[in-house]
């Protein structure tokens, strides 16, 4: 309950800090724009932690979209348990920093209210995250030749065309029908008079 468990860049890891709480972990996916959306009971803390290289950007926004007095407070640590942002009782926030080797800290805080759960917002942005970024680009030079799929605009026309000429027919045909079902029954109307 109590263990930390480190999972490898980009993965957050959600270490819920009272055992009422989540006992285990959740992930996000490996991704350099990642966004959660959270409920915070009253009277509880939730902290999480992502993992950065040295002189990246970690970029932290979030919102409180419910609760009352829409209000919460926010700690960002440093990997040296440093505090680089604390603010009390906000409803929103945008926080950047460059960062250096090592794992970073942000707490959503709502020990000050007795009654009220919130409902929490935030997103991560990470820029400048050196070879990480590369990784997961790596997987281009892997794909050659015939792999790699080349289409043109006329390669994309030539069936729809073909598709609205088929619709085109289908509507005249649809058309000449009801125009014969009518003519029918005109005749088959005047015919029993």
Known sequence: MGDKIWLPFPVLLLAALSPVLLPGAAGFTPSLDSDFTFTLPAGQKEC???PMPLKASLEIEYQVLDGAG???DFHLASPEGKTLVFEQRKSDG??????EVGDY???FDNTFSTISEKVIFFELILDNMGEQAQEQEDWKKYITGTDMLDMKLEDILDPIIKIASDVQIRLHLGI?????VQTKQK??????A
């Open 176 to 180: 000449h029908q009801q125009h014969q």
């Open 187 to 192: 005749w088959a109307h005047t015919n029993s």
């Open 105 to 107: 800290m942000f707490c």
């Open 48 to 50: 999480f932690y992502q």
């Open 94 to 99: 945008v926080h950047t920093v460059e960062t």
């Open 70 to 72: 829409l209000d919460i």
